[in-house]
């Protein structure tokens, strides 16, 4: 098939690992928490929020109820804004799980297609329906979203992440 190149688990040469490895960074690899009885903690690199990253802008704090996912082939030249450790329990005032290593659950990375196109992209382990009631997650998100579009003179704390309409995810 011409898009075998693209799946999470392709072989094809230059293109192992897929669409997520080659491009976002990391591929699905495995739950590094466990799924519907951990949380994740977000913790922010110093390093970036220090040199006000424009992604990380009026992020304060993000707990999300998705449990941490293993990130094992993250490229050296992959930037880490977040790390995840894993949450002993399903609320915000779980204690994080010292015995468990964090991982990288967001990042950034430049990439370069055939025939020379370049981008750049956020990849994140977070974003399950559920982690967008946080409302640091979306900001996150929207932040991310300026950042990619190079808008980041629009990203400021104030900015509004608020739901609009009815959010009622599963």
Excluded: C
Excluded at 156 to 166: A, D, K
């Amino acid at each position: 098939s011409p898009y075998a190149k693209w799946t999470w688990n392709s072989k094809v040469a230059g293109w192992e690992g897929g669409f997520g490895q080659q491009i976002v960074g990391e591929t699905w690899v495995a739950h590094h928490g466990i799924h519907k009885s951990e949380g994740t903690r977000a913790l922010i690199d110093g390093v970036d929020r220090d040199a006000d990253h424009p992604i990380l802008r009026g992020v304060d704090d993000i707990w999300v109820p998705t449990d941490v996912y293993s990130v094992k082939n993250l490229p050296s030249a992959a930037n880490v804004l977040l790390f995840g450790q894993s949450t002993a329990g399903m609320t915000p005032e779980a204690p994080l799980m010292w015995d468990k290593s964090i991982m990288p659950i967001a990042w950034t990375k430049d990439y370069s297609l055939d025939g020379g196109k370049t981008g750049k992209v956020l990849g994140s382990t977070l974003g399950s329906s559920i982690d967008f009631q946080v409302e640091d997650m979306r900001r996150l998100i929207v932040n991310a979203s300026f950042w990619l579009l190079d808008m980041p003179e629009v990203i400021t704390p104030e900015l509004s992440v608020e739901i609009v309409g009815n959010y009622e995810p599963t």
